[in-house]
T-cell receptor, first 113, second 114 residues
Framework: DAGITQSPRHKVTETGTPVTLRCHQT?????MYWYRQDPGHGLRLIHY???????DKGEVSDGYSVSRSKTEDFLLTLESATSSQTSVYFC????????????FGPGTRLLVL | QQQVKQSPQSLIVQKGGISIINCAYE??????FPWYQQFPGKGPALLIA?????SEKKEGRFTISFNKSAKQFSLHIMDSQPGDSATYFC?????????????FGIGTKLQVIP
């Protein structure tokens, strides 16, 4: 998985609680992305980062926030988890912004009860 | 609005047969078309990719055919093997707002039976 780790790999939480997912890379790639994967929807971008402390919203960003204080770490926070946020979350990285392969981490399976 | 339409959603092929997955896109600004392969419990991994100035790209048993005028592209897996059983995603990307916006199809679950 191209030097990308995600933690935790599995999590069960209750509605209304905050949850933080971590993505860690050892490739020193500038661009990092958070996606969610749901049946019938493929992968959808939540947030992305184009450098330390530089982040922006993707297409499904409501209810999520991100932070990137170091090149290697990109955190995704569900501010108050809802059942609709039950999903598999993938982190991805790329070296350049255009026409480049994105390398995906192993994913985090999140269940919100 | 689904900008990349992928079909079929599931596919069963006999070992040695040809697997074909089709995708269609709407936005002519897309400039990079990757295919990703995903095994259960794993993240997607790039399989093969093409740019719109090329009509076909072949890597081993995997071929992308690209029809720019029809805004369609397809993945062909020749001599399909049980180890090819996985979910395949087509995607289309463009540079927008300083990042690579990648739009994925909904995926095709391929099963290759012996």
């Amino acid at each position: 998985d191209a030097g990308i780790t995600q933690s935790p790999r599995h999590k069960v939480t209750e509605t209304g609680t905050p949850v933080t997912l971590r993505c860690h890379q050892t490739e020193n790639h500038r661009y990092m992305y958070w996606y969610r994967q749901d049946p019938g929807h493929g992968l959808r971008l939540i947030h992305y980062s184009y450098g330390v402390k530089d982040t922006d919203k993707g297409e499904v960003s409501d209810g999520y926030s991100v932070s990137r204080s170091k090149t290697e770490d990109f955190l995704l926070t569900l501010e108050s988890a809802t059942s609709s946020q039950t999903s598999v979350y993938f982190c991805a990285i790329s070296e350049r912004p255009q026409g480049e392969t994105q390398y995906f981490g192993p994913g985090t399976r999140l269940l919100v009860l | 609005q689904q900008q990349v339409k992928q079909s079929p959603q599931s596919l069963i092929v006999q070992k040695g047969g040809i697997s074909i997955i089709n995708c269609a896109y709407e936005n002519t600004a897309f400039d990079y078309f990757p295919w990703y392969q995903q095994f259960p419990g794993k993240g997607p991994a790039l399989l093969i990719a093409i740019r719109p100035d090329v009509s076909e790209k072949k890597e081993g048993r995997f071929t992308i055919s690209f029809n720019k005028s029809a805004k369609q592209f397809s993945l062909h897996i020749m001599d399909s093997q049980p180890g090819d059983s996985a979910t395949y995603f087509c995607a289309a990307s463009l540079l927008t707002g300083g990042y690579q916006k990648v739009t994925f199809g909904i995926g095709t679950k391929l099963q290759v039976i012996p």
